[in-house]
Nanobody, 125 residues
Framework: QVQLVESGGGLVQAGGSLRLSCAAS????????MGWFRQAPGKEREFVAG????????KYPDSVKGRFTISRDNAKDMVYLQMNSLKPEDTAVYYC??????????????????WGQGTQVTVSS
């Protein structure tokens, strides 16, 4: 089992920045593929960033590429999502997720086995 706890959400103006944190604990979290997803009201949960075992292996959808950066500190069992140039359409609940198995950065919700409780990000125009 892997437990995940997100923090760092809040209200920010368009163009601003936020840094989300995810604290992982449990069975060897540093070996897991980690991801961030978001879900806006009435919409499906969507992938926004993924990271392999090192910061050199990351993946982003086009909607956030160049604005969001995922990173991890394996010594602290932490994963971060730095979000810059935020837009109102980035408003959503953001979730940290971990794969239980596999070595690839997956982009589908079903590929991740462990989830945090989510943290709200609201971007005002």
């Amino acid at each position: 089992q892997v437990q995940l706890v997100e923090s760092g959400g809040g209200l920010v103006q368009a163009g601003g920045s936020l840094r989300l944190s995810c604290a992982a604990s449990g069975r060897t979290p540093s070996s897991n593929i980690m991801g961030w997803f978001r879900q806006a009201p009435g919409k499906e949960r969507e992938f926004v960033a993924g990271i392999g075992r090192s910061d050199s292996n990351t993946k982003y959808p086009d909607s956030v590429k160049g604005r969001f950066t995922i990173s991890r500190d394996n010594a602290k069992d932490m994963v971060y999502l730095q979000m810059n140039s935020l837009k109102p359409e980035d408003t959503a609940v953001y979730y940290c997720a971990a794969r239980g198995f596999g070595s690839l950065i997956a982009t589908t919700r079903s590929s991740y086995d462990y989830w945090g409780q989510g943290t709200q990000v609201t971007v005002s125009s």
